[in-house]
Antibody, heavy 123, light 110 residues
Framework: EVQLLESGGGLVQPGGSLRLSCAASGFTFSSYAMSWVRQAPGKGLEWVSGISGSGGSTYYADSVKGRFTISRDNSKNTLYLQMNSLRAEDTAVYYC????????????????WGQGTLVTVSS | QSALTQPASVSGSPGQSITISCTGTSSDVGGYNYVSWYQQHPGKAPKLMIY???NRPSGVSNRFSGSKSGNTASLTISGLQAEDEADYYCSSYTSSSHVVFGGGTKLTVL
């Protein structure tokens, strides 16, 4: 059974940093691209970042480029999102999501999602 | 990258069919067949319902179908059931190597 378990969320002041983790199990982690998708309270979904299975290709939404860094440790079956220079508008539930297809450089479709971790940016 | 355009809400009675539209541009919906649809119930993670415009993942009811014409994709739900009441989001790959979501549509089953 595929499982994705996010952690690392919490309350942080504007300008601060936070690192999210997503522990994956139930599939060959290194074979699948992964993404982070966020949802601000009461709002819609926003794709944040994606990474290929090897970690060699990374992609970012314009809203986070230069501030967030996606990475993965395939030996630990874990996806990360390092978030720096956080702003109030980054407040959201952050989901990690698995790509539908194996061996894709880009994560086009998200067939499994974690339960999400809440990040609150406030003074 | 602007969000894809969806109606804020749609409604229908049990047994009826409804269609949710998703309008983008030639740089996303119109330019690629990487269009998908997600269902989200309150407090839950999204669920993939349609991928590659019209394909259903295993386990998704055949009451859900997808299509695309030009820059607009559509999700049709036939034989509406109470459990279909949820928020629905479309998404598309873009020419900037991004994923863009629609603003979401709240489906009410009357």
């Amino acid at each position: 059974e595929v499982q994705l378990l996010e952690s690392g969320g919490g309350l942080v002041q504007p300008g601060g940093s936070l690192r999210l983790s997503c522990a994956a199990s139930g599939f060959t982690f290194s074979s699948y691209a992964m993404s982070w998708v966020r949802q601000a309270p009461g709002k819609g979904l926003e794709w944040v970042s994606g990474i290929s299975g090897s970690g060699g290709s990374t992609y970012y939404a314009d809203s986070v480029k230069g501030r967030f860094t996606i990475s993965r440790d395939n030996s630990k079956n874990t996806l990360y999102l390092q978030m720096n220079s956080l702003r109030a508008e980054d407040t959201a539930v952050y989901y990690c999501a698995k790509d539908l297809y194996q061996q894709q450089l880009f994560p086009y479709y998200f067939d499994y999602w974690g339960q999400g971790t809440l990040v609150t940016v406030s003074s | 990258q602007s969000a894809l355009t969806q109606p804020a809400s749609v409604s229908g009675s049990p047994g009826q069919s409804i269609t949710i539209s998703c309008t983008g541009t030639s740089s996303d919906v119109g330019g690629y067949n990487y269009v998908s649809w997600y269902q989200q119930h309150p407090g839950k993670a999204p669920k993939l319902m349609i991928y590659e415009v019209s394909n259903r993942p295993s386990g998704v009811s055949n009451r859900f179908s997808g299509s695309k014409s030009g820059n607009t994709a559509s999700l049709t739900i036939s034989g509406l059931q109470a459990e279909d009441e949820a928020d629905y989001y479309c998404s598309s790959y873009t020419s900037s190597s991004h994923v863009v979501f629609g603003g979401g549509t709240k489906l009410t089953v009357l």
